[in-house]
């Protein structure tokens, strides 16, 4: 309601009440000159007020009429502008957030919202995008991730097939495996150096095949063993990525003019902690950690043939020698035969036994956390995951370390029951294990520990394999808070796409009276009073059809009590994007809408008292006749009204003692005086702490918040208390406390009564 509306509403039945008492007094001019005989004129008035002095009284009616018309409209006004404040707030946050939701549900994650501290499904809208957010990152993030490991399987397919293909030719196998290598990772240049070791004392890196800007390079090279960088690479048996290329590094140039690559990356062709080899590729841009780890993996697969190729190439030559010999040995050849066949098919089987032995360890080192225990829980080996994982650098600070170094404390009862059962030969375990890392942190894994049996069939040692599940447990964790708290803050209930409830939480079962085992058999449609289930039916087939709703709506309790509840339906769809279920949110409106409905009711009365008020106008001139005597009789009354009243506040023999809102004391009877020792006088006007000392307010919560403007007042409950009067004798008291308000002031009478006095 605007400002200049209230006022001229104001203005108005102030008028119309300036009017009436206009009307009364001109009536009883008129009776009183009719019955004396005075002329209408100003001498007849004043001979009226002469005679009658009654009418100095009358003249002051307008005036009186038009003060109390102006304080009833004041507060009728401004009653109605405090109801119309209070719901167009209202219904603003709720546009707001229904826009706020709209932008979600239209995919824009980024939608910005201010929720208020009381809001609390604002609040939790907005933990609901974040979530949305979190989850559309991760989903980009798993993508891109699934995508690198695409690459890496078809990279490490295709390497495969030519490491098959090409196994005979060293010189074909060195360049076909570089040129694809180079092109794979969209590098420019590569080399493939391998270790010529047949004489142990003069080792040597022999540079078979180079490729450089799409087309194959004859580049004879020899380094010494340890010489550069790849001789570096060879001696640590470990990767080199240079992102600064040193000058003059790179002796394959572009006939074209392409620049010089910066990027350097050189690679050990290592398998089985034996160098075989180094692989050389050059880029213009950096490369990747995952282009990193593929090249390192295809170099182990590189390694492994060549080491099977260098044994297939001893094996060739050993049967050379025998042929040689075979002449000088006729009668051994048959025998000598069968057993070169039977060496080179056992080697054959060893090598492809290693091989495939090889690939499985590498495989579980990379992917999974891995150790080994004897029967004591004596850690005697670690992979590099291990150590990562619980934030160690080498293998000497975990081996030989018993295995309650790294299990929480909380945990070593269930955990020594279950090493027990294990070193026994007992079952193995797998699930959810709790690491502590070095630095006390706690590492979760899905943990297997299983037993390594010796020939004999006794427990050897035990083998422990894990992946780290920590991120996923402290987001299964968080998203349980975020649920628990919209369960404590909300009204929350699951529906199935026909209605049934699935689920329902403790404030909506509270709310609606039901019991967790009753509200199973309800659906949707059982709630809302039987002349609202067409519209909720409407509501819940848009809502199927993917048009959330938001609103609110009228449930009935399970006495048939009515609630109104304001809140949002919304569908849920499963991976196949059909809907799974549909889920209430909201909250108790059933304070905010009966004052709405009373509010309207009062608007109504008002509209048909100001109707009986013109009506009366009609009347006003029949009724000022008996309104003469009747006045007077009022006046009669409210006299003795206001006498025996002040008689009895006088008289009361309970204390009674009145402060307003800032402790200001404004009432004080004898009662009073004789109890605390002092005059009325003394105290109206003071502030109620001259009655109550310092002590006392420190020690008693009631005295304590009744002596404090800022505190709330313990209101309606009776307290006993101790008091100290004027002379300081203490006094223990009943003392009960009542609160009254006129617009914003408040009124608090405290009504005291003397124990000891009442127990004697």
């Not at 707001?96 to 980024?110: Q, S, T």
């Not at 078979?208 to 800007?213: L, V």
């Not at 240079?242 to 006939?255: H, W």
């Not at 909201?586 to 109707?611: N, P, V, Y």
Request: proline share 2%.
């Amino acid at each position: 309601m605007s400002s200049e509306f209230s006022k001229a509403k104001v203005i108005r039945i102030t008028l119309n009440g300036v009017l009436a008492g206009l009307v009364f007094l001109l009536m009883a001019f008129f009776i009183e000159a009719f019955r004396t005989d005075n002329s209408i004129s100003f001498n007849g008035l004043v001979s009226i007020h002469k005679e009658n002095p009654l009418f100095i009284f009358f003249d002051f009616f307008p005036v009186i009429f038009g003060v109390l018309a102006y304080y009833y409209g004041g507060k009728v006004v401004g009653q109605l502008s405090i109801s119309e404040s209070l719901i167009e707030e209202e219904e603003s946050r709720s546009r707001k957030l229904y826009r706020f939701v709209e932008r979600i549900r239209n995919g824009e994650i980024d939608a910005d919202f201010h929720a208020d501290e009381d809001d609390v499904l604002g609040k939790a809208i907005v933990n609901l995008r974040d979530n949305l957010k979190a989850s559309k990152e991760e989903e980009a993030l798993r993508k891109q991730e699934d995508e690198q490991r695409g690459w890496m399987a078809e990279g490490m397919a295709m390497f495969g097939e030519i490491l098959r293909a090409n196994n005979d030719n060293m010189a074909e196998l060195s360049y076909s495996i570089i040129s694809n290598l180079v092109k794979y990772v969209k590098s420019v240049q590569g080399g493939f150096y391998i270790i010529e070791d047949n004489d142990e004392e003069s080792k040597y890196f022999l540079l078979t095949a180079s490729y450089a800007y799409e087309r194959r390079k004859y580049a004879d090279k020899r380094l010494e063993w340890g010489e550069g960088i790849v001789g570096a690479c060879a001696l640590e048996k470990d990767t080199i990525h240079l992102k600064k290329v040193p000058a003059g590094y790179l002796s394959i140039t572009s006939g074209l003019g392409e620049a010089t690559p910066d990027n350097l990356l050189i690679v050990p062709l290592k398998v089985n902690d034996e160098v075989h080899g180094v692989i050389e590729i050059a880029s213009f841009k950096p490369f990747e950690e995952f282009e990193i780890g593929f090249i390192e993996k295809v170099a182990e697969s590189i390694a492994t043939t060549i080491s099977s190729v260098k044994i297939n190439i001893r094996t060739a030559q050993l049967l050379a020698e025998s042929g040689a010999r075979a002449e000088a040995m006729t009668e051994q050849e048959t025998q000598l035969r069968q057993n070169m066949e039977e060496l080179q098919a056992t080697q054959e089987e060893a090598a492809r036994q290693a091989e495939k032995f090889i690939s499985f360890t590498n495989s579980v080192n990379h992917t999974l956390i891995r150790a080994e225990y004897d029967t004591a829980g004596i850690l005697l080996y670690a992979n590099t995951q291990f150590l990562h994982k619980l934030e160690y650098v080498s293998n000497s600070e975990v081996e030989g370390q018993p295995i309650s170094m790294f299990v929480n404390k909380k945990d070593r009862i269930w955990f020594d029951e279950l090493w027990q059962s294990l070193i026994r030969g007992g079952k193995h375990f797998e699930g959810d294990m709790k690491l502590v890392t070095r630095d006390g942190k706690d590492l979760w894994t899905i943990a297997t520990y299983t037993c390594v049996r010796n020939v004999m069939g006794g427990v050897e040692k035990i083998l422990f394999l894990a992946i780290d599940t920590t991120e996923q447990k402290k987001q299964s964790l968080d998203h349980e808070g975020q649920i628990n708290a919209l369960n404590r803050s909300s009204l929350k209930a699951e529906f199935s796409p026909t209605g049934d409830i699935l689920d329902a939480n403790e404030k909506f079962l509270v709310a609606l009276g039901y019991t967790s085992v009753e509200i199973k058999t309800k659906t949707v449609f059982d709630f809302p009073p039987d002349v609202e289930k067409k519209s909720l039916e409407k509501i819940w087939d848009d809502v199927t059809h993917g048009m959330p709703f938001e609103g609110g709506l009228r449930f009935l309790m399970k006495e048939g009590e009515e609630r109104w509840i304001r809140g949002t339906f919304t569908a849920v769809n499963d991976m196949y994007e059909e809907i799974a279920k549909v889920v209430f949110i909201g909250h108790d409106s059933t304070r905010e809408k009966l004052m709405e409905l009373e509010t309207k009711r009062q608007t109504e009365i008002l509209r048909i008292q100001e109707e009986q008020l013109r009506q009366s106008e009609v009347e006003l001139s029949r009724k000022l006749r008996e309104a003469r005597e009747e006045v007077k009789t009022q006046f009669k009354e409210i006299e003795k009204v206001k006498i025996r009243n002040e008689k009895t506040l006088e008289g009361f023999l309970d204390v009674v003692i009145s402060i307003d809102q800032d402790g200001t004391i404004d009432f004080f009877n004898k009662a009073a005086e004789q109890l605390f020792g002092y005059d009325r006088n003394e105290v109206l006007g003071k502030n109620v702490r001259l009655l109550f000392p310092a002590d006392a307010a420190k020690h008693d919560e009631f005295i304590a918040n009744f002596v404090d403007p800022d505190k709330l007042k313990i209101v309606g409950v009776r307290r006993e208390i101790t008091i100290t009067n004027k002379l300081g004798d203490e006094l223990a008291v009943l003392i009960l406390l009542s609160e009254a308000r006129v617009g914003k002031e408040y009124t608090y009478t405290a009504f005291i009564q003397n124990i000891s006095v009442d127990l004697f």
